[in-house]
């Protein structure tokens, strides 16, 4: 079996792995000789983020890989040395605006627009009215920036090695059909294209586990290889989730020896680039893994005092997030093993913590409610209490989903018959409801890929399908015989698994 792939996917990837390990001087040695462009950046969503932001340190540095036209990148300096004047920021304007390539462009083909920015920087007081051009605002500026920005960098595997593997192990699976096209730099067309509005109309696969055992926690793989099942009896197992068999082309498994805990697992969650699995168990303790052969590449003894109920790896996989039942969020460095950090906010147990996507805030979801906290100061600026819930009771948050193309949104999964759409700053943006008074609260919920539909199993063993757009009940599914633990969604088909008390693992499709 062989997989034809383009040359220039090919140098692209090496231009990846010189950029990953900062190895900047080939890389453009790289791109000169070939005349290859690398064009990337990590993540689409975290860039547009930054942009809107106005974290421009980061969106510069950013582009310095991208090949972008000359239009859109005088339109980013010159919002870039606007926003510098208003701050007063003289000296770092005055810098861009008479050094760098896309203002000297500027002054030469629009010089009237170069000549207004000289004319602010020279004011001692300016209006943001004037500054802001055709009476525009500041974030209008940035929008428009992001959106001129949107089409122009990829988003590519971090390991060519993995990627290979990945698509070898799809193509068996039927994924990849003989004789598809691919581009293998970015992904296209790895997994068949689905309708991302069909929801799933049956459980047409299950995963029995033993008697005495049941799953606690279920993560597929950012690249979607992988399915990933963390069972009460300590047991962390990889499955080739088509025929619902243990991989065996995994070294550790292949030898009838596992990822194991001392206890049960309760939590996991993947690097962004596959490799690493990072587990956590109700004794406090964090293992994290390498997928590939099962080796233990780091313990964190005492990541909490009492039981780990969330992780999350950082953007670059060099921190671990995790929340708990002590009530704390700590920050842990994956090279030390040390917590960086520590975040006192709630007073009960944290359900769920998670990075936002330009990885300045961490937004977390407890049986007091959800905080959106600064990662500096380590303050909580926000605290959104009793979503969704009538006034004056307070009610468990069980989860907060970003939505993939609105990182200023977010799904909270409430212990309710009703979930919200919420803004950032606390606003309710949609709601949506099982329609049922008793046994209809919501116990988890996963997202679609592109964030179109939103699924939750009920305490009365329900799989409820939302539209995400609408807040309307699109479809209700039969799930499981006992108490629901967890839902976990498929991050390119539309694949759900849920799990249960009743020991099963259940894979619906449309």
Not at 18 to 27: F, M
Not at 47 to 70: C, E, R, Y
Not at 363 to 368: I, N, P
Request: hydrophobic share 35%.
């Amino acid at each position: 079996m062989s997989i034809e792939i383009e040359s220039s996917d090919v140098i692209r990837l090496i231009m990846q792995y010189l950029k990953e390990n900062s190895l900047h001087r080939a890389l453009a040695t790289l791109q000169e000789e070939t005349t290859v462009s690398l064009n990337t950046v990590d993540s689409i969503e975290s860039f547009a983020a930054d942009m809107n932001s106005g974290h421009w340190d980061t969106v510069l540095q950013a582009i310095q890989s991208l090949k972008s036209p000359d239009k859109t990148l005088t339109d980013l300096y010159e919002q870039v040395v606007l926003e510098l004047i208003e701050l007063r920021e003289l000296g770092a304007a005055r810098s861009l605006l008479r050094q760098t390539d896309p203002m000297i462009m500027l002054e030469q083909t629009r010089p009237e627009r170069y000549t207004h920015l000289e004319n602010l920087l020279a004011r001692s007081d300016v209006d943001p009215r004037e500054a802001n051009p055709h009476g525009s605002s500041q974030e209008k500026g940035r929008a428009a920036t992001a959106q001129a920005f949107a089409g122009e960098g990829s988003v590519v595997p971090l390991r060519l090695v993995a990627l290979l593997a990945a698509r070898k192990w799809q193509q068996h699976q039927g994924l990849l059909p003989p004789g598809m096209t691919i581009d293998l730099f970015r992904r296209k067309a790895a997994v068949k294209d689905v309708e991302e509005k069909e929801f799933p109309t049956q459980l047409s696969r299950h995963i029995k586990f033993g008697q005495k055992s049941h799953v606690e926690c279920a993560r597929f793989s950012p690249d979607g290889q992988y399915l990933v099942t963390g069972s009460v009896d300590g047991f962390t197992e990889v499955w080739n989730f088509t025929p619902g068999k243990i991989r065996k082309d995994l070294k550790d498994q292949a030898q009838d020896t596992f990822m194991m805990m001392d206890d049960a697992v309760l939590c996991m969650c993947f690097s962004r680039d596959t490799e690493m699995l990072a587990t956590g168990a109700p004794d406090g303790k964090v293992k994290v893994w390498k997928i590939q052969s099962g080796q233990c590449l780091r313990r964190v003894e005492r990541a909490h005092s009492k039981a780990v109920t969330c992780l999350s790896f950082s953007k670059d996989s060099s921190q671990i997030l995790s929340a708990s039942f002590d009530q704390t969020i700590r920050i842990h460095g994956l090279k030390s093993g040390k917590t960086l950090k520590e975040f006192c906010g709630h007073s009960s147990l944290v359900n769920e913590a998670t990075f936002t996507q330009d990885g300045h805030y961490i937004v977390s979801a407890s049986s007091d409610g959800a905080g959106k906290i600064n990662m500096k100061t380590t303050e909580c600026p926000n605290t959104f209490k009793s979503l969704g819930s009538p006034a004056g009771t307070d009610i468990t948050v069980n989860g907060v989903i970003r939505l993939p193309k609105n990182p200023e949104h977010s799904v909270v999964c409430n212990r309710a018959n009703a979930g919200v759409v919420m803004h950032m700053q606390g606003q309710t943006v949609r709601s949506f409801s099982s329609g049922k008074r008793a046994g209809g609260d919501s116990a988890c919920c996963a997202l679609s890929p592109r964030g179109e539909g939103i699924s939750c199993v009920g305490e009365d063993f329900v799989l409820y399908c939302f539209g995400t757009v609408t807040g309307k009940l699109e479809r209700t599914l039969a799930a499981h015989e006992k108490d629901v633990i967890g839902i976990a969604h498929h991050p390119h088909q539309n694949l759900i698994a849920t799990y249960g008390e009743d020991g099963l693992l259940k894979l619906g499709k449309p």
